[in-house]
């Protein structure tokens, strides 16, 4: 049964660097969370064994509920930092399949979370962001900002983020995603909020079927898309994040032939309801140990479409000062190039964001006409929430 800490009216706790408190950057963000009623900590975790800036404190490890019997626990781990256009983060994804590229500024990232608050306090179900009470499951869920909410569109439409794709792709003609936004609850507070992990998957298809709408040939090598994930806050092993398999690409034909092909009738996609869980127990030393990258507010990390790849949840207990409301807050950004979308891509891109429909990772696919029929993207009253007035670049990733 539920039951709140006993402080359930959240003290924010300081930064955690006393450098950083005395830095210009610092007193502007902090002037600036209080013009939007937030605070620094919401962006940066507490120092004990979470902040990413140091080494994970000795803790006890939790059991993550499904997680493959048999597969190592990922580590969280210090990765390189790149910044957009940098042509060494491209190396390191195709190397290491993934990278981590810093797109946002602190100053983003708090009005981001504010843009975010002020959408789910706004949703009518009483949810607070001070009141932890208040975050139950059904309210929640009922708060949550569908894909083209104005939070979302303004992560989009930060230059920097697509800078960080035109860095990657070589062209500044681009198409966005219309993806979501995880936003994870202090489970402090609920251990029911915590999740789970181990649906590990990789997001394009191992067989493409026959008039899928796009330009490029599909086969096991080549790469169709980097996809890629904007946080807003620091992580730390309690919060959770996306776990990825380093260099798990260049084995994806491997698994697909091997594994793949006998169920390719069944399952289109490589995941954990299909061969995944056989090749895993087959051959462990191939997958070795997965990754949760050491993460800073304003980070994107990217990775290549054919990396194996998961949502799993903190790994360790939060410190006794975690009373951020949220332990993960990002929004799930992929970009393509335009010149790959057709005709059929560009039009149902339009019309979803017209009536409020979201689409899969690869921008430049076409949105199936039936994803029309039942639109998920729901506000409060049941209605299909519209983007909001974009300018002109946010419309430039349209089509």
């Not at 937030?38 to 064994?49: D, F, H, K, L, Q």
């Not at 499904?66 to 390191?92: I, K, N, Q, S, T």
């Not at 039936?370 to 089509?399: C, D, W």
């Amino acid at each position: 049964m539920w039951a709140p800490r006993s402080n359930a009216k959240m003290v924010m706790p300081p930064l955690a660097h006393a450098s950083d408190r005395s830095s210009p950057s610092y007193r502007r963000l902090r002037a600036l969370g209080e013009q939007l009623g937030g605070g620094v900590n919401e962006i940066r975790s507490p120092t004990a064994g979470s902040n990413c800036g140091g080494e994970d404190a000795p803790a006890e490890l939790l059991p993550i509920p499904g997680w493959p019997e048999g597969l190592p626990m990922y580590e969280f781990v210090d990765v390189p930092r790149f910044e957009p256009g940098d042509p060494a983060a491209l190396e390191h994804v195709n190397e290491h399949g993934y990278a981590v590229i810093s797109v946002l500024s602190l100053e983003e990232c708090a009005i981001a979370l504010s843009k975010f608050w002020r959408f789910i306090e706004a949703a009518g179900h009483g949810v607070r962001r001070d009141d932890p009470s208040s975050w139950t499951d059904e309210a929640w869920q009922a708060s949550l900002p569908p894909t083209h909410a104005e939070p979302l569109w303004f992560v989009r439409g930060v230059p920097k983020v697509a800078k960080c794709w035109e860095g990657l792709l070589g062209t500044d003609e681009l198409l966005v995603s219309f993806c979501g936004a995880p936003l994870n609850r202090n489970w402090s507070y609920n251990n029911q909020w915590r999740g789970g992990g181990g649906s590990f998957h990789v997001d394009r298809g191992a067989y493409y079927h026959p008039g899928l709408g796009v330009r490029i040939p599909y086969g096991l090598d080549d790469r169709d898309y980097i996809q890629g994930t904007v946080t807003l806050i620091d992580n730390g092993p309690h919060t959770g994040g996306n776990v990825v398999f380093p260099r798990s690409h260049k084995y994806f034909r491997y698994i697909a032939e091997t594994y793949h092909r006998p169920m390719k009738e069944q399952h289109a996609y490589i995941n954990s309801g299909s061969s995944l869980p056989a090749a895993m127990a087959a051959e462990p030393d191939l997958f070795g140990t997965p990754i949760m990258a050491k993460l800073k507010a304003g980070d994107a990390f990217v990775w290549d479409d054919r990396v194996i790849h998961g949502t799993c949840c903190g790994k360790v207990r939060p410190p006794n000062d975690a009373s951020a409301p949220l332990f993960r807050a990002a929004v799930h950004v992929t970009m393509s190039p335009k010149s790959l979308a057709m005709d059929e891509a560009l039009e149902t891109r339009k019309l979803a964001l017209e009536q409020g429909v979201s689409n899969g990772h690869p921008a430049h696919h076409p949105i199936p006409r039936r994803n029309f029929e039942s639109a998920v993207s729901y506000f409060a009253s049941g209605t299909k929430i519209p983007a909001p007035p974009l300018n002109t670049h946010q419309m430039s990733l349209v089509a």
